[in-house]
């Protein structure tokens, strides 16, 4: 249900950390990881700062479906955004 949210017009709803978070465990658990990205990324626009946790949610849903250079191009991403990536983002992108 959180993952349909994020196709809705999401850009007027009250988001905060902790939802983005639900929402990109809820599309990545569902191997929608296009979505959780997609969401990743929108959440700047919002004047969100996604942290570790939300970066590895995405970098985990993304290996998990063999999409090895999204995942490991999500590490210095991170670090553009001001998320820094921790053992468990190493760990997830190679798993």
Known sequence: LACLALGAKHRTAPW???GLTAAL???AGQG???????ALLWAK???LAP???CFNVVISGAARNM???VALSLL???QRLGA???ASSYNAAVS
């Open 16 to 18: 905060n950390l902790f």
């Open 25 to 27: 465990v809820a599309c």
């Open 32 to 38: 929608q990881w296009r979505q959780a990205l997609h």
């Open 45 to 47: 626009s919002c004047r």
């Open 51 to 53: 942290d570790s946790v």
């Open 67 to 69: 999409r090895w250079p």
């Open 76 to 78: 210095p991403a991170m």
């Open 84 to 86: 820094n990536p921790t």
